[in-house]
């Protein structure tokens, strides 16, 4: 049921056009596939184009280079000496993002070497796997974990003066840095906190406004972890 397409993967064994349509053709399909349950998975932080175009033309890449390499040692290491000279600049991504890579790359070797139906049930399966777990809301907290950010004057004693308002509207809060600013004459104070469900935003910064004397205050609602 899940044979190779290929007669042969010898390394002496001639490359098809039909064959090279036939694995690039479904490992672009199955790409386009895994991009699109990874844009729909990740409705509160989208993913960007270039990582969503990646998803779709990577299986491809690895369909192509297996394709070439076949069973031959000396070409695989030719390709990996090759590859040597490339070098990754971006920022890596979180841990659902490498998942997605890994798979897009599992779902190219299968193509690669022939075995098209297997990929295809492999991405189907892990697709539908990846949905209900979202769907499912796996692993997400019920509270939201957020970054505040409070300006103060120099004049007031920061460290008891909001205590109370953040014990009111959140579950749990931290202070986790404190800095000057304007040469000294503001304060401005960071906290990473977790909400209580249902709270109202604009009656919690209304509360800090009239502590901090009207000036700035900024909630990031969806901050990364790399920012607390």
Known sequence: MFESIFASTDATAPLTLVSLLLAVGAALVLGLLVSIVNIKTHKQRPPTQSFSLTLVILPAIVTVI??????????????????????????????KDIAYVLFTMAVGLCCGMGYLLFGAAAAVILCAAMAVLEAAKFGREKDTRRLLKITVPENLDYQTAFDDVLQKHTASYTRRRVKTADLGSLFELQYSLTTKPGIDEKAFIDDLRCRNGNLNITLVLDANDSEF
Request: charged share 15%; glycine share 10%; hydrophobic share 55%.
């Open 66 to 95: 297996i394709m070439l390499i076949g069973n031959s040692v000396a070409r695989a290491f030719s390709l990996a000496g090759a590859f040597q000279i490339i070098r990754f600049r971006s920022a890596p991504g979180d841990p």
